[in-house]
């Protein structure tokens, strides 16, 4: 059986450790000049349905740092955007690249690639989930504070594709999470109860960030939901993390936010700019971490 990383459920709680011990690890390895070009004439087929800056470099220069090559395939020049049967394209591709990359909509999409595919698939985002990015994050707080193990992380805003990844960390990292939306925007209920009593859920974001180790957010409308701005402008109105809710949290608290991020939305510009913010880190533990994830598909048997 091929292994795919389709959700953060799908490497067991050993391999998702060791791999964010390796990201570490190539993370220094690249600081300090030492070449690791572990796959020469490898290629990973990149395909994005949707936009992306983070995703698409990160996945790009991790396959160029182990000396093999990236496709970026978008579905406006590909037959993928005129019809051609995902089956299809996944069989097809999976006999040519050793690796798959698919940013897409629908889950169920990425599902029935994977199934038809030879090789390995990451999800790179769906609408459902983005755990590539919880990589990244769970690796920033490795580096700033130590094992993430036992602390509490606290989700403000909509209960959407982050959301649900961070509940699936909190299984796999074994944190607690507490999780404050909007009437009418929580998360997914399947999701949540997987979870346990790992999850907290409440409509009040002061509630949610009493005693936090981590407060984290994301965009108000995601991509695809852009005509659904100004209705979540006003629902969401009163989640702006802000420095009074990062107050609340303990002195050491990290903010974080995938990104992209609107200053003013769902976070002010003196928390993502501010002292406690480490955005950037994570942004650039993205390329790292998935050079980790890209080694451990690859080099499966
Ligand atoms: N955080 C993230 O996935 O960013 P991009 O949409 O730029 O890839
Ligand atoms: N929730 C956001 C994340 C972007 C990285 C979206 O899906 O647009």
Redesign the pocket.
């Known amino acids: 059986m091929t292994q795919h990383f389709l959700t953060l459920l799908d490497l067991d709680k050993a391999q998702i450790h060791t791999l964010i011990e390796r990201a570490i690890q190539l993370k220094k390895m690249q600081k300090a000049g030492e070449p690791h070009e572990l796959f020469k004439n490898r290629v990973m087929g990149m395909i994005f349905d ?1 936009s992306s800056t ?2 698409r470099v990160s996945f790009e220069t991790g396959m160029a740092h182990f000396g093999g090559q990236a496709i970026f395939l978008s579905p406006r020049d590909t037959q993928l955007g005129r019809g051609e049967p995902i089956e299809d394209s996944a069989r097809v591709l999976s006999r040519m690249v050793d690796i798959v990359i698919i940013r897409t909509f629908e889950h169920e999409k990425l599902e029935r690639f994977a199934e038809y595919s030879q090789v390995p698939v990451i999800n790179a ?1 769906t ?1 459902l989930y ?1 755990p590539c ?1 919880l990589l990244a994050d769970v690796q920033t707080y490795f580096e700033a504070r130590g094992d993430i193990k036992g602390k509490t992380v606290s989700w403000i805003g ?1 209960g ?3 959301c649900h990844s961070y509940i699936n960390a909190a299984i796999q990292f074994d944190f607690s999470l507490n999780i404050a939306t909007p009437k009418g925007f929580e998360p997914d209920k399947e999701i949540m109860a997987r979870a346990g009593d790992k999850i907290n859920l409440t409509n009040d974001p002061k509630a949610a960030c009493e005693n936090a180790d981590i407060i984290t957010t ?2 108000w409308a ?3 939901q852009e005509g659904e701005q100004d209705e979540r402008a006003n629902a969401f109105a009163d989640f702006q993390v802000d420095s009074k809710l990062m107050k609340l949290a303990h002195n050491d608290a990290l903010f974080m936010h ?3 991020a609107h200053r003013g939305e769902e976070v002010s510009a003196d928390v993502i700019d501010g002292p406690q913010s480490v955005v950037w880190d994570q942004a650039e533990n993205r390329l790292h971490a998935q050079k980790a994830l890209t080694e451990l598909l690859l080099n499966q048997k």
């Open positions: 949707k983070r995703t985002l609408d983005h990015q909509d959407n594709n982050m994301d965009v995601s991509m695809g995938c990104l992209p």
